[in-house]
């Protein structure tokens, strides 16, 4: 255990249908990062946090995607008119910057089946 | 934009023997590398990363090498156990936005 959480663990959801998902990070941790994975694939970024502020945005990430951290602490992902091709695996990320250090721990993921 | 290039795809060892996995990157400014172990299910551990400025970092049966002018850096993984059994990812970023960019996965299979 990371101390990353995300709920839900498991999303199933009928195309068209907005779904948010919860990423609760290590404590102290000010950067909070998305990444999406399909099947057989490395993590894909889509977006990030520096504490409530987000700095950079994917062109993977649509207009159907929006993502928020208002207190610079949990976040949520939030997909709206849910289509086939969004269905994978979504996790979250948190870092500490600021003393030269960088890695980032990852939650258990949110697994969405678009059907 | 950076891109990181990982081989083989799948590994296949005998339990006790080593494995050695590698990563190539494009982008000069790279400067961070961490390896990324993900069981089936879940989200991926950090199991060892290497900055930089150093060569080689080693924890217990794990160790990762860097050469900087090649542009690539390994997994080694010594003495092999079934619970080493799954999928390997390496990553590189840059100081510039912290963004891991990802290899494409090693599935390891110990073999008893």
């Known amino acids: 255990d990371t101390g990353v959480s995300q709920d839900p663990r498991h999303k199933i959801t009928k195309r068209g249908q907005n779904v948010t998902f919860r990423c609760d990070p290590i404590s102290e941790h000010n950067r909070l990062y998305w990444y999406r994975q399909t099947l057989g694939q490395g993590p894909e970024f889509l977006t990030y946090f520096q504490n409530e502020a987000q700095l950079e945005k994917s062109r993977l990430l649509s207009d159907r995607f929006s993502a928020e951290r208002p207190k610079g602490s949990f976040s949520t992902l939030e997909i709206q008119r849910t289509e086939q091709g969004d269905s994978a695996m979504y996790l979250c990320a948190s870092s500490m910057i600021g003393q030269g250090l960088d890695t980032q721990y990852f939650g258990p993921g949110t697994r969405l089946t678009v059907l | 934009g950076e891109n990181v290039e990982q081989h083989p795809s799948t590994l296949s060892v005998q339990e006790g023997d080593s494995a050695v996995i590698k990563c190539t990157y494009s982008d000069s400014a790279s400067n961070y590398f961490p390896w990324y172990k993900q069981e089936l299910g879940k989200g991926p551990q950090l199991i060892i990363d290497i900055r930089s400025n150093v060569g080689e970092k080693k924890d217990q049966r794990i160790a990762v090498t860097l050469n900087k002018t090649a542009k690539h850096f390994s997994l080694h993984i010594t003495e092999t156990q079934p619970e080493d059994s799954a999928v390997y990812f390496c990553?590189?970023?840059?100081?510039?936005?912290?963004?891991?960019?990802w290899g494409a996965g090693t599935k390891l299979i110990i073999k008893p």
């Open positions: 990553a590189a970023s840059m100081d510039s936005n912290y963004q891991l960019i």
